[in-house]
C-alpha cells in the first residue's frame, strides 16, 4: 500500500449547471404576476400616449354617464364609458395607473428604506438605542395606520409627494421590527464574529456584512407591502386627502363614483376597484413567489 | 437462521426541481443482518448511508422514492407495505436513533411519558406494569434514580442524559431492529464511551440487531461486527470488520483507513484527492475513479459489480477482479 | 530568545450568575479559573477536554471577544492590558481565526476576493492592486487557484470553505491562528486534506497555532504539546509524544480511554470513568476531578492539587504525583 501524504492539489470548486437552474426557474416564475406587472408598469410609463383622451377633459362626441361599448348606448369613442363629467374612463385608469405605481413603489422604498436603516440600528447597536427604536416602533404602531396617514395629510396637505412621505412614515415600522429580528440572528453569526475580532468598525461590520444579508428579507417584505401602500394610497384618495383632482387615481374615481352605485352605472367603480385589486393580487403573488426563490430551503422542491 | 433484515438491491431515487433533477442517492444496496449482530454503515456526506437507513423505515422526504429492490424484515418485504402498515412496524418491530436528541424528544412531555408511548401503543401496556417497564428500561440505559428522573422534562438532563432516554424510547418498544444514526456525534469523548459501552451491553443482553451509521471508523472498530463502506449511493465494500481493517480491499477503504489520524503516531495522512461525489452528476464508470490511486482504464466506463473475495468480504471494485482472474 | 508569541498567565473569566434573592450571594461560573500557557513561535499547542472545560471561553479571551476577570495576556512579550488602540489592532492584525463551521463562517454575500481581502483592508493602506496580488498569493498556499476569486461561498464544498478560511486567517502575516475545532465539521477524507494543509503551512510561514479539539488522536496529531483542560484548569502539559506514552492525570488516562479504538483488537484499559462533568456553579471542593476519579485520595476533596513538572517537558496537577 504505497500511500503517502501528498500536498493536496489545487481544487477547483463544482460548477453547477447554473444556466439550467436558472431556466428552470424561470418556467416556474409567476407568469401572471409578472405580465401584469410588467403591463402596468409600461402603461404607467407610457400613459400620455396610450391613453386616448386627456383624463381631466370631458370627451368630444360623448355624453356624461355613457356605458362601456358593449352596452346598450355605448361608444367606440369611450369604451369604458364616461363619468359624471363625460370624461373617458379608460384614459383616467391609465393614468391612475401612474399614480398607484408611483406612489406604491415610492412609498415602499421610503418605509423600507427608514425601517431597516432603524432596525440595524436597533439591532446590531443594540442597548439603549435598541429599547428607544422600539419604544419608538411600538408606539407608532399603536396608531392606526389610516387615521394617522389622514392626519398626517390634513396637516401637511395633500400631493404627491407628500404622500408618498406620508405613506412611508407610516408603513415603516413592520421594516423596523422584522429586520431587527434578522439582524439579531445575524449579530451571532460567525462570519460576522469573524469580521469584528479582525478589528471591522462596527459601520464597515454593517455595510458589508449585516446589510447584504438583510436585503433578502427586505425586500420580500417590500414586494408584499406594495399591495398595502397602494391601497392605503386608494383610501386617502378614497376619503379625499390622497392625490389631489384632477390628477386621476383610482381611489379618487372610486369615491366620486360613489353615489352612483345605485344608480347603476356600474363601470364607473368596478373598473377602478378591479385595477385595484389586479394590482395588488400581482404584487402579492409576485411577493410570495420571491419569498419561496430567496430563501435556500424551500427552493429545491 | 433466517436473518432479521435482507435488503436487497435497494434504489433509492430524489426528483427535484421538479421532476427535473434526479439524484441517485441510493444505488443497489444490498446487505443482510442477523439477531444479535451490529453492522456498521459507513460513509461520509452524500455516501447514501442516511437514505438507505429511512428507505428501510418508509421515512423517505418529499421528492425521494424508493424506485427498485426489496427490503425484507423477516421475510416481509416493507416496499411492498402501506404506510399505516409501516407505522405498526416502526417503534415496535424496527427503532431508529437520530443524531440529535433534543430533536427526538419532546420538550413538552415528561421522560416517562416519552419512555412509555411505544409500550403504551404497540404492546397495550398500563398501569404499574407500564411503569415498572419504563423503569426497567431507564434502568437497562443506565439512568440513574429512574425513579424521579422519569418525572423530569428533556431540557433538565444532559446531553448524554438525553441521548441514552432516546435510546430507551427505541427499545421500549421491544424491537428486532435498532437503526442507529450517528448517534454520539455530538456527545462528548467519555460519555461517548459510555454510551456506546450501554448499547452493547442491551444488545448482548436482548439480542436486537443494530445498524450502526457512522463516519468514524473507530465507532466501527469498536463496536461492529460488519461494515458495509458507502461512496456515491453504492457499497463499495463489505466485510467483516476485522477483515476490513487488516485487508481492506477497495482504494477508498484504503484511504479512508490511511487518513484518519492514529494515536501516538506522527506519521502523514494520506488525504484523498479532490472532492466528494456530486450525486447529480456523477462520471460513468466507477463513481470513485476520479479519485482513485490505482484507477484503471477500465474503471472510467464500465461500473464494477461486487467481487466476493475468499475471507468474507465483498468489494466493487475492478482491482479485485482482476487479482481473482489472476489467481 | 524572543519572547513566545503568546503568553498567559493566571487568566480567569467568571461569568456572574445572579442567584438568591435581592442579589446577595452572587454566584459565578467559573468558566476559566487560573490558565497558563505560552505559544513558540512556528509551534502548535493544542487544547482538549469536553464540554464545559472552559476552551472556548479561553479562545474568546485570547481573541478579545471577552475580557478577562484576572490575568494577563501578553503577546509577544507585550500584556494586552497596557497596550493602547494603534497596538491593540496591531495584535488582531496578527492573531485570527478560524471556526468549526464552514458554513456560516464566510459572508454568504461576499466574493471570496472580497472576503480574504477584508483583514487587510482593515489593517493596511495597501492600494486595490496589492491587496488582489496578496489575496492571490495566499488561495495558491492554500491550495486553491486565484481564479476562484470571483465566486461566492455557496459554490464552495466544506473543505474547501475552509480553506478560505484558512486563507482569510493568513492574509496579514499572522502570529498566530486560534483553530477551533477546524475540522470537526468536515468529511473524514477531507479532514487529513486540511490537516495537512496546516501543517505544511506552518512549516513554510512559521505561523504558530493553537489548536481546540475534542478528537485526541487529530490535536495530538498535530500539536507539538498539548494541554489538558478540566473545568476552566489545565490538569495537565506535556509534549505530544510523551503525553501519549504517559498520560499522567486520570482524566488525561479517561481520555485516552475512552478514546476510540484503531483496530477492532484493539483493547484500551478500562477506565472509562462513570459520571457526568458536574455543573459550572457546584464545583467540587479539592481537585475538580476527585468525585469522578477512580484514584481519588481522601486529599483530594479537601486540597487544589498545584501544578508539578512532569517528564516530557510539561505539568500535571494531581496529589497522585
New interface residues.
Given amino acids: 500500500m504505497a500511500i503517502l ?10 460548477t ?1 449547471s447554473r444556466g439550467r437552474a436558472m431556466a428552470r426557474a424561470a418556467r416556474r416564475a409567476p407568469l401572471a404576476a409578472i405580465v401584469i406587472l410588467g403591463g402596468l408598469t409600461l402603461v404607467a410609463i407610457f400613459a400620455d400616449v396610450l391613453a386616448p383622451y386627456d383624463p381631466t377633459m370631458p370627451v368630444q362626441g360623448a355624453d356624461m354617464f355613457d356605458p362601456p361599448v358593449w352596452m346598450e348606448g355605448g361608444k367606440w369613442s369611450a369604451p369604458l364609458g364616461t363619468d359624471f363629467q363625460g370624461r373617458d374612463i379608460l384614459s383616467r385608469l391609465i393614468h391612475g395607473a401612474r399614480v398607484s405605481l408611483i406612489v406604491g413603489i415610492m412609498g415602499t422604498l421610503v418605509a423600507g428604506g427608514i425601517g431597516t436603516a432603524l432596525g440595524i440600528l436597533a439591532g446590531y447597536v443594540g442597548g439603549w438605542m435598541d429599547q428607544v427604536i422600539m419604544r419608538v416602533t411600538d408606539a407608532w404602531l399603536a396608531l392606526p395606520a389610516l387615521v394617522f396617514a389622514i392626519f398626517l395629510a390634513a396637516m401637511i396637505g395633500p400631493s404627491m409627494w407628500n404622500i408618498i412621505i406620508i405613506l412611508g412614515a407610516v408603513y415603516w415600522t413592520r421594516y423596523a421590527r422584522v429586520v431587527r429580528g434578522e439582524v439579531l440572528t445575524l449579530r451571532e ?13 462596527r459601520w ?1 461590520v454593517i455595510k ?2 449585516i446589510l ?2 438583510v ?1 433578502n428579507t427586505a425586500t420580500v417584505l417590500a414586494s408584499l407591502t406594495v399591495g398595502v401602500v397602494i391601497i392605503a394610497e386608494a383610501s386617502l384618495s378614497f376619503l379625499g386627502v390622497g392625490v389631489p383632482p384632477p390628477q386621476p387615481a383610482w381611489g379618487l374615481m372610486l369615491s366620486e363614483a360613489r353615489p352612483t352605485l345605485m344608480a347603476g352605472q356600474w363601470w364607473l367603480t368596478v373598473f377602478p376597484g378591479s385595477c385595484i385589486l389586479l394590482i395588488v393580487l400581482a404584487t402579492q403573488l409576485f411577493g410570495d413567489w420571491l419569498r419561496v426563490k430567496l430563501d435556500p430551503q424551500l427552493r429545491n422542491l | 437462521m433466517a436473518p432479521v433484515l435482507d435488503v436487497v438491491d435497494l434504489q433509492t431515487h430524489f426528483h427535484t426541481f421538479g421532476g427535473a433533477r434526479v439524484v441517485k442517492a441510493v444505488e443497489r444496496v444490498s446487505f443482510t443482518l442477523h439477531e444479535g449482530e451490529t453492522l456498521g454503515l459507513v460513509g ?2 452524500g455516501s447514501g448511508k442516511t437514505t438507505t437507513c429511512l428507505s428501510i423505515v418508509g421515512l423517505l422526504p418529499r421528492g425521494a422514492r424508493i424506485v427498485g429492490g426489496r427490503v425484507l424484515f423477516d421475510g416481509d418485504d416493507l416496499t411492498r407495505r402501506s404506510q399505516r402498515e409501516l407505522r405498526r412496524i416502526r417503534g415496535r418491530q424496527i427503532a431508529v436513533i437520530l443524531q440529535d436528541p433534543m430533536a427526538s424528544l419532546n420538550p413538552l412531555f415528561t421522560i416517562f411519558r416519552q419512555v412509555a408511548e411505544p409500550a403504551f401503543f404497540h404492546q397495550q401496556m398500563r398501569g404499574k406494569t407500564l411503569k415498572a417497564r419504563v423503569q426497567h428500561l431507564l434502568k437497562a440505559v443506565r439512568i440513574p434514580s429512574p425513579e424521579w428522573r422519569m418525572r423530569e422534562y428533556p431540557h433538565q438532563m ?4 438525553r441521548q441514552r432516554i432516546v435510546g430507551a424510547i427505541a427499545l421500549a418498544g421491544g424491537p428486532r431492529l435498532v437503526i442507529a444514526d450517528e448517534p454520539t456525534t455530538n456527545l ?7 454510551y456506546l ?1 450501554m448499547l452493547k451491553d442491551i444488545q448482548r443482553d436482548t439480542g436486537v440487531a443494530l445498524i450502526f451509521v457512522t ?5 466501527v ?2 463496536m461492529c461486527d460488519r461494515v458495509a463502506v458507502m461512496y456515491a449511493g453504492r457499497i463499495v465494500e463489505q466485510a467483516p ?2 477483515e476490513l ?1 487488516d485487508a481492506p480491499k477497495h482504494p477508498y477503504t484504503r ?2 483507513l ?9 506519521e ?5 484527492a479532490g ?2 461525489p456530486n450525486l447529480a452528476s456523477l462520471p460513468p464508470g466507477c463513481a470513485f475513479h476520479p479519485r482513485c490511486p490505482e484507477a484503471l482504464p477500465r474503471c472510467a466506463s464500465d461500473e464494477p459489480g461486487d467481487f466476493p473475495q475468499g475471507d468474507g468480504s465483498v468489494a466493487r471494485c475492478w482491482l479485485v477482479d482482476h487479482a481473482a482472474a489472476r489467481a | 530568545m524572543p519572547p513566545p508569541v503568546l503568553e498567559v498567565r493566571g487568566l480567569k473569566k467568571h461569568f456572574p450568575v445572579r442567584t438568591g434573592l435581592l442579589g446577595r450571594g452572587g454566584v459565578s461560573v467559573k468558566a476559566v479559573d487560573g490558565v497558563d500557557f505560552t505559544i513558540g513561535a512556528g509551534e502548535t499547542l493544542g487544547l482538549i477536554g ?2 464545559g472545560c472552559g476552551k472556548t471561553t479561553t479562545s474568546k479571551l485570547i ?3 471577552e475580557q478577562p476577570t484576572e490575568g494577563a495576556i501578553a503577546f509577544e512579550g507585550k500584556d494586552l492590558a497596557s497596550l493602547g488602540g494603534r497596538d491593540l ?1 496591531a495584535y ?2 496578527a492573531v ?2 478560524v ?1 468549526q ?1 464552514p458554513f ?7 466574493r471570496v476576493a ?1 472576503i480574504v481581502a ?2 487587510l483592508e ?2 493596511t493602506d495597501l492600494s486595490r492592486a496589492a491587496i488582489r496580488a496578496r489575496v492571490n498569493e495566499v488561495l ?1 498556499l492554500v ?3 486565484p481564479d ?1 476569486a470571483a ?1 461566492f461561498p455557496h ?3 466544506g ?2 470553505r475552509q ?1 478560505i478560511a484558512i486563507a ?1 486567517a493568513l492574509v496579514t502575516e499572522t502570529r498566530l491562528i486560534v483553530l477551533d475545532e477546524p475540522v470537526s465539521a468536515l ?7 486540511i ?3 496546516l501543517e ?1 503551512l506552518q512549516r513554510t510561514l512559521g505561523v504558530s497555532y493553537l489548536f481546540i479539539g ?5 490535536v ?2 498535530i500539536s507539538h504539546r498539548i494541554a489538558v483542560m478540566y473545568l476552566g484548569k489545565i490538569v495537565e502539559t506535556a509534549d ?2 510523551a503525553l ?2 504517559r498520560p499522567m492525570h486520570p482524566y488525561t488516562q ?13 483493547r484500551p484499559a478500562d477506565r ?3 459520571g ?2 458536574p455543573s459550572a456553579l457546584a464545583l467540587p471542593t479539592g481537585c475538580r476531578f476527585h468525585p469522578r476519579c477512580p484514584a481519588a485520595m481522601p486529599i483530594c476533596s479537601q486540597v487544589e492539587p498545584a501544578l508539578k513538572p512532569r517528564e516530557g517537558g510539561g505539568e500535571v496537577a494531581c496529589h497522585l504525583y
Fill in positions: 501524504a501528498g500536498d493536496p492539489p489545487i481544487v477547483r470548486p463544482r453547477a453569526r460567525e462570519f460576522v464574529k469573524l469580521a469584528e475580532i479582525a478589528g471591522a468598525s464597515r458589508r456584512h447584504p444579508n436585503m | 461520509e456526506s444532559s446531553g448524554g442524559m462528548d469523548v467519555t460519555i461517548q464511551a459510555q459501552d463516519h468514524n471508523l473507530g465507532i472498530a469498536k470488520v476485522r481493517f484511504a479512508l490511511g487518513s484518519v489520524p492514529k494515536l501516538g503516531s506522527k502523514p495522512l494520506y488525504s484523498i472532492q466528494p | 469536553e464540554s481573541l478579545l471577544q489592532m488582531r492584525k485570527q481565526v471556526f463551521d456560516s463562517s464566510l459572508s454568504p454575500r461576499m472580497d477584508e483583514p482593515i489593517h495558491l491550495g486553491l487557484q476562484v465566486l459554490e464552495f464544498s473543505g474547501q480553506r482569510r468529511d473524514v477524507s477531507v479532514r487529513a486534506q490537516i495537512n494543509q505544511a475534542h478528537d485526541l488522536a487529530t495530538a496529531h505530544s509524544d501519549c506514552t479517561a481520555l485516552f480511554a475512552a478514546a476510540l479504538p484503531s483496530h477492532p483488537d484493539d472509562v470513568i462513570a457526568e462533568i
